[in-house]
């Protein structure tokens, strides 16, 4: 059975611990006392995933094989996530591509050929073609691609159809395709328990329209954390907007979940524990120390960015929305699950290279915002591990560094919103219509290869919560105009940033470092 | 005694628009209200007759602010009225170009004082004969002509010795072996020849090559307007040194004090049985306490000295430090003028005043040094920093060493001019350029200074002031506190430090108060830097008239049509082929360059060859691809927010450029804006000729496309807004309203910095250079190559 998760105290002899830092590394000693909470090793994959793929479809959950619902001339359209999962990339064969090839094999035998594919990545930007090759594998892609299988489009007037509202007065749009659909057969990958269940279809072939019902201030405010969806208010907005999609046509769920094993062999000191570490290990840390000191970003970039994670299939279940969604979460839990006790008046992250927005695209300030206060703050359930006005320090070089195709709306997110702002609330109501509805943003998501002009506004929000729950947030090693610009502040080393945490949290504050990616989910007490 | 001999008079003062005969006429109206009449002589200029002048040049001056003061504007008004009138006369023509009316009132006056003159030291030569000389003659002319026997006051220069040691006695002048009619002749007839000269085809050749250098790309009508502007400075500068030349020749410091020495001949030649008293002031400054302390209008003699001593432009000078400098502060000049004025010769002699300080209060020229150093230590002034500047200190070299070194300096900077505007770097070298550029004005004007007052630091001579002394002993005392003119009166440290110092420099307008700061980096406060753009779309916004036009190259995207071509070319072929490509490419950029410096039509007609025989759809397809791999990845996202303002406040947006339709359109297609670009024409089999349907839209082309375009569609250019960053976008920036400069190489940058134009520097967003070729590495690529 694999290790579980593990809480740490220093003492004198525990090593010098590893902070992920862009697309780079350091060893910090943290002071006496402190904690480390380190993610559960990797759980053992299924041995063999083929199998069961098979089995999940033919036993679904608190629903009928899929065998029985395809049928001749039905209309058929299969919808799965973007590149946004898992991070990094999976070596391939990526998992939904497994599924997909049984699925359609299966839809072959029962004679269905009306069969569209659609990369459900709501208000993400559009895939090149290779990206899409490498989710759907090439037997797929030579098959489909590009007339059968396409991306979302949710600027698209004719490719959307506007569903109703919900109880709560929620609009709710679906791809057009979607919404014609004899069946839909959504094939999801979990890696954090944000993903998956309702939210797959309600925000991956939604419009803004639909998506900005809960993607706002007010809900992400009220969703502490949207890590654990029993406490999200985003995820029953999801739920509640997904509950109508189920009325209007026939979804068939299939959910994957992986282990944490998230960085290759050359990469593994990132994977271990410290203490761990074998004369190899430390070999390479050393080596990808001394490269990282010195070589350019942008070659950085490329290598980091050419990594692929050797990510093992740990479930796959089918069926019935809510069925399979439980299911999913607990085996994500498994993995990721860490029992912290209390909070702590410091917390330390380290932001690494890759978040899911910024895959082959450098991680500009904005991201480090969502990365950081956004994804790696939140993975907590009944309390962040941060106690009420305490510091949060990060790690990242945070460079003033934007990928101008895939990101243009961030720019100017950051060249005048921020400029003017840092208010998340302020942000909502000045700002996100006008970039939103800005025509040449809506032309780059349509037809280049950017993210929505709402987006940056989007991962903005979901630093909120941080923002607003963190006495002070201090970036170590950042680009001093960058971080404040971002509205932090700034420390050269950790010591020192330590040293101007205690001048909001008092002399000998308790310290806790969240050891992560590999991903961990601190089960606060 | 001076007041009495003025009471009823009829006077006439000459030369009134200037700094002396603006401060008579102001002293007579306020001291000697009892004169009858002064008519001030006037002509009536282009643009403005003369009653016209009055009222703006000459009563709209600070000197007249005190009397406006003292009696209130309607008593002003009224004495205006009653004692000014305008003599209408021009001293270029002969007889004074007077009308019958204008002869009558200038039989009138009876004290007339000639003031007028062009005092600068490097006048064009004609214009100085003209003026000085022959003015001066003709006004006597005039006078006789006009049978009248008024006392004529001359204002001449202490200087028209020429460059005399020792004593300068108050007598007429002696003779020089020299005639003046002559003199005057030769002066005056030069402007055709060194037109003709200028007009040689060596002479007009260099111009028109280094109007090329300059404007070149920005095409034919430019370039032949800069030559026609070059041609005249040619000939200006030919005249002032023909001037220089000729004076220096007949033993004169310069033009100015040749033609008057002239003039003095030709008065006293001429006067006849007018009495005639010649008044010859040395160098004449800011005035000690009338109308009030530190009057001055225009930078005379001493002050670009001064400031450029404060500055620290001047970190040396030449000259003899023990060398008396005869400064006269203006108001004592003025006096001096109504004194000599009320005392007219008794018989028909001409008698001669130097009003000047020398003999009475002499200054040495170190002194002067000093009393700067002094003043500028306590206030200095400020470099754009904000810094005080400190002060030199001179080691008086010879003018020749000084001069030497300076022009030595000089050429060193224009060689690094030279060479830094034909790199091949467009934006990155403008701010070298520009800075280069500063440096080479301020060694022109070191050099320049040099050369103009050098010689008047060297005098070593005395004006003998007798005769003035004379005249001041006979004024009675109560008139001595009304019109003091005798220089052992003030003292020199309270004239420098509390007049004249602190009136050269509030007149410079330098800085010296300590500004604000910039604002310390990392701040999030918004720039400002294109406000006034902005406001100028603000202002213009709802207005469908109005339209924004944009180059695309270097504009809009950090790129050029090479890079594009290049990129596509890559694209289409095996990655073996890519060296022997590459080769041929690098082969030929010298060419390029080369033609690109000197027209950028000719360069793309030359480049656009290259497409030859490449199949359209093809091309059109790897342009599509090129604007997800090129065009967006280097587009300034500061640019994109400027056409999405002038877009959302209605006004029409233009990509204008000479790129071609294959790579543009996808671009304009995804702005939803109109273009005008470059095509190609296509053979029968769809292939490209490599010609251009239509002259590429460069240069002189640009503005005529722009105006043919605003006629279609009803624009107002003079409303509109066009951002370009090249001297070949000239014709286009030209015809708006509001250009803007954005990201200007070296020659744009000195183009738009001399007009005024708003100059940006939009940045590609970091991280996103790459080189312009795809990635080898990438499926895309080796599908499309084995495809």
């Known amino acids: 059975m694999a290790r579980p998760g593990a809480v740490i105290e220093v003492d004198r002899n525990t090593p010098p611990v590893l902070f992920h830092f862009g697309e780079g590394v350091r060893l910090e000693k943290l002071p006496l006392g402190a904690r480390i909470v380190y993610p559960p090793d990797p759980l053992d994959p299924i041995a063999h995933p083929e199998r069961a793929i098979k089995r999940a479809l033919a036993k679904p959950l608190d629903d009928d094989p899929l065998k029985s619902l395809l049928r001749r001339g039905m209309k058929l359209t299969i919808a799965f996530d973007d590149l946004s999962l898992p991070l990094p990339p999976m070596a391939a064969p990526d998992v939904r591509q497994l599924v997909m090839e049984e699925v359609i094999d299966m839809a072959a035998e029962a004679g269905v050929e009306d069969i569209h594919l659609i990369a459900a990545l709501g208000l993400h930007r559009r895939m090149t073609a290779d990206e899409i090759r490498h989710i759907v594998g090439d037997r797929i892609f030579s098959t489909f691609w590009p007339d059968r299988l396409y991306q979302h489009d949710g600027e698209d007037p004719e490719a959307n159809v506007y569903i109703g509202k919900t109880s709560a007065g929620e609009d709710v749009t679906l791809h057009r395709r979607a919404a014609e659909s004899d069946l839909v057969i959504y094939v999801n990958l979990t890696l954090v328990p944000m993903d998956g269940g309702h939210k797959s279809m309600a925000t991956g072939l939604a419009t803004y329209r639909g998506i900005r019902e809960h993607h706002n201030v007010k809900t992400l405010m009220s969703s502490l954390s949207y890590m654990n969806p029993p406490d999200s208010a985003l995820h029953h907005s999801c739920i509640r907007q997904g509950q109508l999609i189920e009325d209007t046509v026939r979804v068939f769920h299939i959910e994957t979940t992986v282990n944490n094993r998230a960085f290759p062999s050359i990469a593994n000191f990132m994977q271990k524990r410290e203490t761990d570490w074998t004369a190899q290990d430390q070999a390479m840390f050393l080596g990808m120390k001394q490269f990282t000191d010195i070589a350019p970003p942008a070659f950085k970039r490329s290598v980091f960015h050419a990594m692929r994670a050797p990510y093992g299939l740990t479930g796959v279940h089918a069926g019935q929305v809510d069925a399979v969604h439980e299911k999913t979460l607990e085996a994500v839990r498994n993995q990721i699950s860490v029992r912290v006790e209390g909070q702590t008046d410091i917390v330390t992250i380290g932001v690494p290279y890759l978040g899911p927005y910024n895959v082959n695209a450098p991680m500009n300030p904005v991201l480090v915002v969502c990365m950081g206060l956004g994804y790696l703050f939140n993975f907590y359930k009944n309390k962040p591990v941060l106690r009420k006005g305490g510091v949060a320090i990060l790690t990242h070089p945070c460079r003033y560094e934007f990928d101008a195709v895939q990101h243009p709306s961030y720019i100017d997110f950051y060249d005048e919103v921020l400029a003017d702002t840092t208010d998340p609330q302020e942000i909502e109501t000045k700002y996100e219509l006008r970039f939103a509805e800005d025509p040449w943003f809506r032309q780059l998501y349509r037809k280049s290869h950017a993210y929505h002009g709402a987006h940056p506004f989007y991962a903005w929000y979901w630093a909120a919560h941080a923002m607003d729950h963190a006495g002070d947030i201090i970036i170590v090693g950042g680009d001093r105009d960058v971080v404040h610009r971002l509205g932090f502040k700034c420390a050269t080393t950790l010591e020192d940033a330590f040293e101007m945490a205690e001048q909001t949290v008092g002399r000998y504050p308790s310290v806790t470092h969240l050891r992560m990616p590999p991903i961990l989910l601190a089960d606060v007490e | 005694m001076i007041v009495e001999a003025f009471r009823g008079k009829t006077i006439l003062v000459t030369g009134t628009t200037g700094f002396l005969g603006k401060s008579i006429v102001e002293k007579c109206l306020r001291s000697i209200p009892e004169v009858g009449r002064i008519n001030l002589a006037i002509r009536s200029s282009t643009r403005r007759p003369a009653a016209e002048r009055l009222e703006r040049e000459v009563l709209a001056s600070p000197a007249f602010k005190r009397l406006r003061e003292e009696l209130g504007e309607e008593t002003f008004s009224k004495l205006v009225k009653e004692k000014l009138a305008v003599l209408e006369l021009d001293l270029g023509r002969d007889g004074l170009g007077l009308s019958d009316a204008g002869r009558e009132q200038l039989r009138e006056c009876e004290i007339v004082i000639h003031s007028a003159a062009a005092v600068e030291f490097d006048n064009p030569a004609d214009l100085s004969a003209q003026t000085n000389l022959l003015g001066a003659a ?79 790309p920005a095409g034919t009508p430019a370039v032949a307007r800069t030559t026609e502007r070059l041609r005249d400075r040619w000939v200006k500068d030919k005249l002032i040194e023909r001037g220089r030349v000729h004076a220096n020749a007949m033993g004169f410091a310069d033009i100015y004090s040749f033609t008057k020495a002239m003039a003095e001949h030709a008065i006293v030649e001429l006067h006849g049985d007018i009495p005639l008293s010649i008044v010859r002031p040395s160098i004449i400054e800011s005035a000690l306490a009338e109308p009030f302390p530190g009057w001055l209008e225009g930078f005379r003699m001493a002050e670009p000295l001064i400031l450029a001593f404060g500055r620290g432009i001047l970190q040396d000078f030449s000259g003899l430090p023990d060398a008396l400098l005869d400064i006269i502060p203006a108001d004592f000049v003025v006096n001096t003028v109504l004194a000599v004025a009320a005392n007219p010769p008794p018989d028909d002699k001409p008698r001669v005043y130097h009003a000047a300080s020398g003999t009475r209060n002499p200054l040495r020229f170190r002194e002067v040094e000093d009393a700067s150093r002094r003043y500028f230590t306590k206030n200095p002034l400020r470099d754009k920093y904000g810094q005080a500047i400190g002060t030199p200190t001179w080691t008086y070299p010879t003018r020749g060493q000084l001069s030497a070194q300076a022009t030595t300096a000089l050429r060193f900077v224009e060689a690094a001019q030279w060479v830094v505007e034909r790199l091949p770097l467009g934006a990155d070298v403008a701010k070298v350029s520009d800075d280069l550029n500063g440096e080479r004005e301020r060694l022109e004007r070191a050099v320049n200074l040099i050369q103009l007052y050098g010689v008047y630091t060297e005098v070593d001579c005395i004006f003998d002031t007798r005769h003035v002394t004379e005249i001041w002993d006979k004024v009675p005392s109560e008139e001595r506190k009304q019109f003091p003119f005798d220089p052992a009166l003030y003292d020199w440290d309270h004239y420098f430090q509390d007049v004249h110092l602190p009136t050269v420099v509030r007149m410079s307008r330098a800085e010296t108060v300590v500004r604000k700061g910039k604002q310390p980096t990392g701040s999030t406060a918004v720039k400002p830097e294109s406000s006034s753009v902005r406001s100028a779309i603000e202002r213009r916004t709802g207005r469908a008239d109005v339209l924004a036009v944009f180059d695309v190259d270097g504009t809009l995207v950090e790129t050029n049509i090479v890079e594009y071509f290049l990129w596509m070319r890559l694209r289409a072929q095996p990655l073996e082929d890519w060296p022997s490509f590459m080769a041929q490419m690098l082969r030929e950029a010298p060419r390029w360059l080369y033609l690109e410096r000197r027209s950028r039509a000719d360069f793309q007609r030359t480049f656009y060859r290259e497409y030859k025989g490449l199949d359209y759809e093809v091309m059109k397809g790897l342009g599509r691809e090129a604007l997800d791999a090129v065009t967006l990845r280097r587009i300034y996202p500061e640019g994109m927010r400027r056409i999405r303002e002038h877009k959302r406040a209605g006004h029409r947006v233009l990509l204008l450029t000479g790129a071609l339709d294959v790579v543009v359109q996808p671009l304009a297609d995804l702005l939803e804006v109109e273009v005008d670009c470059a095509h190609l024409l296509i053979d029968a089999d769809g292939r490209l000729t490599g010609d251009l349907q239509s002259p590429p839209p460069a240069g002189e082309a640009r503005g005529t496309l722009l105006e043919e375009y605003a006629t279609r569609n009803g624009i107002v250019l003079a409303e509109s807004f066009a951002y370009a960053d090249s001297l070949s976008d000239l014709g286009m920036l030209e015809l708006v309203g509001t250009p803007v400069a954005v990201n200007p190489d070296a020659r744009l940058s000195q183009v738009a910095g001399q007009r005024g134009w708003r100059i940006e520097r939009w940045r590609m967003a970091p991280g996103n250079w790459r080189l312009p070729m795809p990635d080898p590495r990438s499926p895309e690529y080796r599908e499309a190559v084995r495809r």
């Open chain 2, 138 to 216: 003709r006004m006597v002319e005039a006078l006789k002509a006009a049978g009248s026997r008024p006392h004529l006051v001359h204002v001449s220069t202490a200087y028209v010795g020429g460059m005399l040691r020792g004593l300068v006695r108050e007598q007429a002048p002696h003779d020089p072996g020299l005639n003046w009619r002559h003199e005057a002749a030769v002066l005056s007839n030069l402007r055709p020849v060194v037109e003709e000269e200028s007009r040689r085809p060596e002479i007009l050749k260099r111009l028109r090559r280094e109007a090329g250098a300059k404007m070149g």
